[in-house]
């Protein structure tokens, strides 16, 4: 991860060109070079395209939290190999210095523009924010937390699905992680779902598509099958946009598109919406 | 043409021979009694010995052997008096997953499952056994309605995966199958589902979120194919008999994480070679598990079966 130009500490001992390193980013999107303090200033969401880029859970907490507010639970809950998966365990220890998480996502609670809810965000460089039983066990303790409190619960999801690695015990936590949400769907308690790039498979096709308000952020790749299965199976041509945000908002799979400058301002109109008045 | 598995071939052989010694005894009027008794003997001994020493992969290829009998040939052979329903009511009818009104000895169950196709025309027609959002949501509709008149739902689960095509994406595969994890928990009747063929991922689990979930000893039930999996470790598709070693997809396997609740027999030498007596064993395993569940209250039903999903993983703490 860069750090600001600013945020770096025994910056005059650093070699000048490590320094222009650290200051220049390239836009995924339009391929542009962007100066990283403008870049980092707009959220991760390049200036000149508007692609939005990946945040990490402690980045998008950040983001949503208001200051000081989150309180991170069941942090404890970390992978274990069930199935003695090759190099599964070398994989968890990969994805525990990429991502500096010990799991691929990160649940608590906090207040968002003052509503008191419970927030749980995954981190794509875990792994590829994959869903094993130690993800499924924390979405389905924070759901069951804002069931016995009675709070709205936010999910950003991140993840390119079941966990391989764990077999069909990763396979079970979409059903886990789906009783846990018919709960608080008969409880009315209000679930939002934010499908961030990218949100696929095992994961799409369990809780992050059964929310009260289902919202993604533009451009985010958001789908069932992995690009090179969708690939092979099509006997229809995909559209340009197949897979996208925007193809699911067309096909009316998301209520809206939001992007990332506006998106705490969003949640907290819908938040107030089952929560105030 | 009947398929012929690589270690089934040496089963393939004796049974040539034992019909030619038949023949013989038909149409020449020798007497080959005996030595046709001696070849069957040997015969059984060899479908014991190669079925005792199975290979996952080996599972993999029984499960997804064509011969191997479909839900309707179960549903034909189980139950009485099938009435199929058709269509989700809000786009069409989905060939891959069948169900309907039906009888259990004397007792009204919806049934439920996905369907294979035995030849071109019909595996076309049923989408090799994989559904679409419509599928789900017709599967879905039908649960409901056994809901509303308090019949309980018995599900058969065969395919390969959910169909992952274009016009599924546009039509909400994901949300299809989401809406039923959640439903089925909170369905206020019964639930059986039993693994008779393929358990691929997702597109199997969107119709098997049961009370209890029986699997054949042969069938298989997998977080992805063997050889995606295979593809995606050693970037080779042939490695996947390791990759089938991996991903611990057996009917034990199952049963061991708790994930399935009863493995049930298959006549000897796989379902494919005695479908009838298959599904003998299947219908008494159905009479065993659902009279039990139906006296369970509404609530307790619910209660149960939430825990049963909601202790279904394995994880550690970390030490500080």
Redesign the interface.
Same mark, same amino acid.
């Given at each position: 991860m860069r750090k600001g130009w600013f945020g770096r500490q025994n910056a005059a001992q650093k070699v000048v060109l490590e320094e222009m390193n650290d200051a220049w980013v390239k836009c995924n999107g339009c391929q542009q070079i962007l100066f990283a303090r403008d870049f980092e200033r707009n959220l991760k969401v390049c200036p000149r395209c508007g692609h939005h880029h990946r945040l990490s859970a402690r980045e998008r907490i950040a983001l949503l939290a208001d200051p000081d507010t989150f309180v991170e639970r069941d942090?404890?809950?970390? @992978?274990?190999d069930?199935?003695g998966?090759?190099?599964y365990a070398d994989k968890l220890q990969k994805g525990r210095s990429n991502s500096g998480l010990?799991e691929a996502i990160v649940s608590g609670t906090c207040t968002l523009s003052g509503i008191p809810i419970v927030l749980a965000v995954m981190d794509f460089a875990f792994m590829g924010g994959s869903m094993? @039983?130690?993800v499924?066990?924390k979405v389905?303790r924070a759901m069951e937390h804002a069931l016995e409190q009675r709070l709205p619960i936010v999910i950003c999801s991140t993840s390119g699905g079941?966990r391989?690695q764990?077999?069909?015990?990763?396979?079970? +936590?979409?059903?886990?992680t789906?009783?846990?949400?018919?709960?608080l769907?008969?409880a009315a308690v209000p679930y939002v779902s934010v499908l961030t790039d990218p949100t696929m498979?095992?994961v799409?096709? @369990?809780?992050? @598509?059964?929310g009260d308000v289902v919202i993604a952020e533009p451009g985010a790749l958001v789908?069932?099958?992995g690009q090179?299965?969708?690939q092979q199976? +099509?006997?229809?041509?995909?559209?340009p946009n197949? +897979?996208t945000a925007e193809?699911q908002l067309e096909?009316?799979?998301v209520d809206l598109i939001v992007p990332r400058k506006e998106l705490k301002y969003t949640l907290h109109k819908v938040l107030r919406f089952f929560v105030g008045g | 043409m009947r398929t012929v598995l690589d270690f089934e071939k040496p089963i393939a052989e004796l049974d040539a021979n034992i019909e030619a010694l038949k023949r013989l005894t038909a149409e020449q009027g020798i007497d080959k009694s005996e030595e046709i008794a001696a070849l069957e003997r040997d015969r059984e001994r060899l479908l014991r010995e190669i079925f005792r020493n199975l290979t996952p992969w080996d599972r993999t290829l029984l499960a997804r052997h064509p011969q191997r009998p479909y839900t309707l040939d179960y549903i034909r052979a189980i139950f009485d008096d099938f009435v199929e329903l058709h269509g989700d009511r809000q786009f069409g009818d989905d060939g891959a997953i069948v169900g309907g009104m039906a009888w259990l000895e004397e007792k009204p169950v919806m049934v439920i499952g996905q369907q294979k196709g035995r030849d071109l025309k019909e595996r076309q027609k049923r989408n090799f056994g994989m559904a679409k959002p419509e599928g789900y949501r017709k599967a879905l509709r039908l649960m409901q309605l056994a809901e509303k008149f308090g019949r309980p739902v018995v599900t058969f689960v065969d395919t390969p995966a959910a169909d992952p095509g274009v016009e599924s994406e546009g039509r909400g595969i994901s949300e299809a199958i989401a809406r039923n994890l959640r439903e089925m928990i909170l369905l206020k009747v019964p639930i059986v589902s039993v693994i008779i063929g393929e358990g691929g991922s997702g597109g199997a689990l969107g119709i098997a979120v049961a009370d209890r979930v029986l699997m054949q000893e042969y069938a298989i039930y997998s977080v992805i194919p063997p050889e995606g999996c295979a593809a995606i470790i050693w970037r080779d598709p042939k490695r996947a008999p390791e990759a089938a070693e991996a991903l611990k997809l057996t009917a034990h396997d199952a049963l061991r994480f708790g994930v399935v609740d009863e493995v049930i027999e298959e006549p000897l030498g796989g379902a494919h070679r005695d479908p009838l007596r298959a599904a003998h064993i299947v219908k008494e395993a159905l009479l065993r598990h659902l009279p039990p569940l139906q006296k369970l209250s509404v609530s307790k039903l619910r209660e149960s079966r939430y825990e049963r999903y909601r202790r279904l993983g394995m994880w550690r703490l970390a030490i500080e």
């Open positions: 942090a404890e809950i970390v @992978s274990d069930p199935l998966f090759p190099e010990p094993g @039983s130690a499924g066990e389905a079941a391989m764990e077999g069909l015990l990763s396979l079970m +936590q979409m059903a886990k789906c009783a846990a949400a018919a709960r769907h008969e498979a095992g799409l096709a @369990s809780y992050a @598509s059964v789908g069932f099958a090179r299965v969708a199976a +099509q006997v229809v041509k995909p559209p197949f +897979q193809f096909h009316g799979m | -």
